[in-house]
């Protein structure tokens, strides 16, 4: 069964920079454990309707785990109304691979390409730009003649997994253009074998709205369409 996994950084997605500024942040530098550490909201609503609605594994990989354990980096998401409990990665693989000096677009590279099977889809939402790199190492793994070097192989799947790294700002945090370009990779504007999308259920279920067939849909733009067009 293809499987969806988002890789979860705290500072700058979950944790702006502007936000360091507020007065409870600021008890994070004078307080050894950082528990009470306050993300942005909208950020921690973004990630649980990706996790929720795109049935995604959750992965950290985030630098607090060089001063926390995984059960303190649990705990914190939960003050914060992260709604990850039954969705963590295994114990072997709820962190990221780490080496003394590795850089954090190897780390996610280095985890993915271990973990990685056929028709899998891999979030990474981060603010460090060596992620930016991860999509070269995949493209490579699916044309593994480009480098023969590389130790991942993907070139005789149907189906290669596929990857993508969000670049979130580190001062301004996570977008709303960030939110729908993960909830896309996502699929959640994929109908697949049901009526309606991702999209539709999230919009039902969070906001209330009457859920739409696809006909529906392009029946309503086409009318509003033609509204537009007798307007201008």
């Known amino acids: ?113 271990d973990m990685a099977e056929e028709g899998d889809r891999f979030l990474i939402v981060d603010d460090d730009t060596s992620c930016k790199y991860v999509d070269k190492y995949a493209q490579t793994a699916i044309d593994p003649d480009s480098n023969p070097a590389g130790y991942v192989n993907w070139s005789k799947m149907d189906t290669p997994p596929q990857v993508k790294w969000l670049e979130v700002d580190t001062t301004e945090g996570l977008s709303l253009q960030n939110f729908r370009d993960g909830a896309n990779f996502l699929g959640f504007n994929e109908y697949g074998l049901e009526t309606y999308t991702p999209w539709d259920y999230m919009n039902k279920n969070e906001f209330s709205k009457e859920l739409k067939t696809k006909e529906e849909k392009e029946k309503l733009q086409k009318e509003m369409d033609i509204l537009i067009s007798c307007m201008i």
């Open 1 to 113: 069964m293809n499987k969806t996994y988002i890789l979860v950084d705290f500072d700058g997605p979950l944790l702006a920079s502007k936000s360091l500024y507020t007065p409870r942040n600021q008890l994070k530098f004078r307080e050894a454990d950082g528990i009470n550490t306050k993300f942005d909201e909208f950020s921690v609503w973004a990630h649980n309707m990706w996790a929720k609605y795109g049935e995604a594994t959750i992965i950290f990989s985030t630098n607090w785990c060089m001063h926390k354990t995984t059960e303190e980096l649990k705990t914190i998401c939960k003050n914060n109304g992260l709604e990850f409990n039954n969705r963590y990665a295994d114990d072997d693989h709820i962190l990221t691979q780490r080496k003394l000096t590795s850089g954090r677009g190897s780390e996610v590279w280095w985890t993915i390409g």
